[in-house]
């Protein structure tokens, strides 16, 4: 039986892991881990990295970073795949430490102190996640392995954040203090976003459609979409306030349907102007570039020109279509935030209030889940569009 080697001189070592491993080791012990509050208003006490988990917290967490920063330079076969679950493993019992600091540091007789995080958790947290995206890119991971790492780390958060250990945390605090108000932000962000990206897609299809038919609109349409990209958001969510201030008065059935200066109306049609030009562009560009050896081929089967579109064109376009709605769909729930300036609603509101009242945790309630959700769209299309791709057939 042959022997299994382990080891390789021509594996080399791996520079991005030891540099991210070290900065993290710097950050999570020069800076807090975790912070102790009185109460909402009083500033908290920090605590670092010892203080907040004991010397046994302290060990786990400096032995995993300089593992890993071990590992990946040794010349060792698999190295990655065991980086990958350490690492994997390291990110899913993050929480963990919060409940240790927690247990370690809440004064029982208190009941309106809360913890909350620290910088030097985030950092780890950050660091550790570009650690996982360099070892799966080296790995070259699949989507399913990506999609099984994730759900485990995210499992693993969600059962640790709902047990009563993790309670006195400030951010867990202030989503039990409104958790109607926060389903109530998410549906309408989601509405907001993805109602923007829905009504943008089908006008840049009509639009890329007449550019192609007719070449002489291509600049007129492509020079007002552009321009609109141009004006800063918040100075179309201005300028649209007077106009629909106006229509609603004149028509008290605009102000039955909610249409008004504020609110949802003038910011669904900025965000509807602001899609537009990612929309247009990939959509006639998708559309032309498909391989005119293609279409002759269509032809010469006989296809019309209806066929043609249908069966040949916009399958081969879609990938690049489903890119724009990508880049859009991210670019929209990030500036849907913005829109709770001017009443829309959403999670910008947690944001703009938390500023208000110098509350951070309030601020991560709104800011956390809009992250989330352009990560979420991000992944998802991203897969939509891979899947949609056409491979060339082998003889």
């Given amino acids: 039986m042959p022997a299994i080697k382990l080891f390789s001189s021509r594996i080399l070592p791996n520079r991005v892991i030891p540099a991210l491993g070290l900065l993290a080791l710097v950050l999570v012990w020069g800076l807090d881990f975790g912070t102790i509050q009185p109460n909402r208003i009083v500033p908290g006490t920090g605590h670092g990295l010892l203080s907040a988990v004991g010397w046994v917290g302290a060990a786990l967490v400096s032995g995993t970073l300089i593992g890993a920063i071990l590992l990946s330079v040794m010349p060792l076969r698999n190295r990655f795949v065991l980086l990958a679950g350490i690492i994997g493993l390291a990110l899913a019992m993050l929480p963990a430490l919060l409940e240790t600091?927690?247990?370690?540091?809440?004064?029982?007789?208190?009941?309106?102190?809360?913890?909350?995080?620290?910088?030097?958790?985030?950092?780890?947290?950050?660091?550790?996640?570009?650690?996982?995206?360099?070892?799966?890119?080296?790995?070259?991971?699949?989507?399913?392995?990506?999609?099984?790492?994730?759900?485990?780390?995210?499992?693993?958060?969600?059962?640790?954040?709902?047990?009563?250990?993790?309670?006195?945390?400030?951010?867990?605090?202030?989503?039990?203090?409104?958790?109607?108000?926060?389903?109530?932000?998410?549906?309408?962000?989601?509405?907001?976003?993805?109602?923007?990206?829905?009504?943008?897609?089908?006008?840049?299809?009509?639009?890329?459609?007449?550019?192609?038919?007719?070449?002489?609109?291509?600049?007129?349409?492509?020079?007002?979409?552009?321009?609109?990209?141009?004006?800063?958001?918040?100075?179309?969510?201005?300028?649209?306030?007077?106009?629909?201030?106006?229509?609603?008065?004149?028509?008290?059935?605009?102000?039955?349907?909610?249409?008004?200066?504020i609110g949802w109306a003038p910011a669904l049609l900025a965000l509807i102007a602001y899609s537009l030009l990612p929309m247009v562009?990939?959509?006639?560009?998708?559309?032309?570039?498909?391989?005119?050896?293609?279409?002759?081929?269509?032809?010469?089967?006989?296809?019309?020109?209806?066929?043609?579109?249908?069966?040949?064109?916009?399958?081969?376009?879609?990938p690049v279509i489903i890119e724009g709605v990508r880049i859009t769909t991210i670019q929209a729930i990030g500036l849907t935030a913005v829109a709770a300036l001017i009443g829309a609603g959403g999670f910008g509101g947690f944001i703009f209030q938390g500023l208000g009242q110098a509350a951070m945790d309030l601020v991560l309630l709104g800011a956390l889940p809009t992250i989330a959700l352009a990560l979420a769209a991000d992944a998802l299309l991203t897969m939509l569009g891979n899947s949609l791709k056409r491979t060339p057939a082998t003889a």
């Fill in 281 to 318: 562009r990939n959509t006639f560009v998708a559309l032309t570039e498909v391989p005119e050896s293609l279409v002759d081929a269509g032809r010469g089967m006989g296809m019309t020109e209806r066929q043609l579109f249908r069966q040949v064109k916009l399958p081969l376009a879609l």
């Fill in 101 to 261: 600091f927690a247990a370690r540091h809440l004064p029982e007789d208190a009941p309106y102190a809360r913890s909350s995080i620290g910088a030097g958790l985030w950092c780890l947290l950050f660091f550790l996640s570009l650690m996982l995206v360099e070892v799966l890119g080296r790995l070259r991971a699949g989507r399913g392995l990506q999609l099984v790492l994730l759900l485990f780390i995210v499992g693993s958060w969600l059962a640790i954040f709902t047990s009563d250990g993790l309670e006195s945390l400030s951010l867990v605090r202030e989503f039990n203090a409104q958790p109607a108000k926060f389903e109530q932000a998410l549906w309408t962000h989601l509405t907001l976003a993805l109602g923007a990206v829905g009504i943008s897609l089908c006008l840049a299809f009509l639009l890329a459609l007449k550019m192609i038919r007719s070449p002489r609109w291509r600049r007129p349409i492509l020079g007002v979409v552009s321009f609109l990209q141009t004006i800063p958001s918040l100075a179309v969510f201005g300028l649209l306030i007077a106009p629909l201030s106006a229509l609603s008065s004149a028509f008290p059935v605009l102000q039955d349907m909610g249409i008004r200066g």
